[in-house]
């Protein structure tokens, strides 16, 4: 398996206050992907990362930031979380999505926001 | 932006039953994966699918990448209780190709 863990692994917070999950990989992947997976939406990209400090959104960025300081931390944070961030998110690695290099994903974490 | 609409979205069979699902979109993809997720775990890649007409299979499962590059199969023979779990089609699109397209998911519920 892969190495990657995200921490917490259930977290339950409220309305208003920020959050920060953190990814954390030892296979020295070069992309990192955080999204969320909700019912009836599969899972939704909200950023990812090509480098150290290199990141881009995706479909689902609004009212989430990130940050990519060492190639081995993934952070996603909740500036101010509201009850529709409320979810399952799971990170995501890469070696190289062009050659080839598929994605593989941590065990998640759950959400409440209240 | 793009979509893969993934049918069926929850499945409920017997034991020992062959299963079926597939995704189809109005976008051409260059690669098509299979996903599955276990209940309260991350997706594991069962399959990848790198060119078109490709059909490749692990174990009792197989799959196929579309001829027109808009669809791909999922197909499980003889299922067993371990097979239960969402299912997850993904396309990485010609433009854009470090992200990934993700289906809906497929649940699968086995009666034993």
């Known amino acids: 398996d892969a190495g990657i863990t995200q921490s917490p692994r259930h977290k339950v917070t409220e309305t208003g206050t920020p959050v920060t999950l953190r990814c954390h990989q030892t296979?020295?992947?070069?992309?990192m992907y955080w999204y969320r997976q909700d019912p009836g939406h599969g899972l939704r990209l909200i950023h990812y990362s090509y480098g150290v400090k290199d990141t881009d959104k995706g479909e689902v960025s609004d009212g989430y930031s990130v940050s990519r300081s060492k190639t081995e931390d993934f952070l996603l944070t909740l500036e101010s979380a509201t009850s529709s961030q409320t979810s399952v998110y799971f990170c995501?690695?890469?070696?190289?999505?062009?050659?080839?290099?598929?994605?593989?994903f941590g065990p998640g974490t759950r959400l409440t926001v209240l | 932006g793009q979509q893969l609409n993934q049918s069926p979205q929850s499945m409920f069979i017997q034991e020992g039953e062959d299963v079926s699902m597939n995704c189809t979109s109005s976008s051409i993809f260059n690669t098509w994966l299979w996903y599955k997720q276990d209940p309260g775990e991350g997706p594991v890649l069962l399959i990848a699918?790198?060119?078109?007409?490709e059909l490749t299979s692990n174990g009792r499962l197989t799959a196929q990448f579309g001829i027109t590059r808009k669809d791909s199969f999922l197909n499980i023979s003889a299922s067993i209780p371990s097979d239960v779990g969402i299912y997850f089609c993904a396309g990485r699109p010609i433009q854009g190709a470090q992200k990934l397209v993700f289906g809906q998911g497929t649940r699968l519920t086995i009666n034993p």
């Open positions: 296979e020295n992947h070069r992309y």
């Open positions: 699918l790198y060119k078109a007409g």
């Open positions: 995501a690695i890469s070696e190289n999505p062009f050659t080839y290099n598929e994605q593989f």
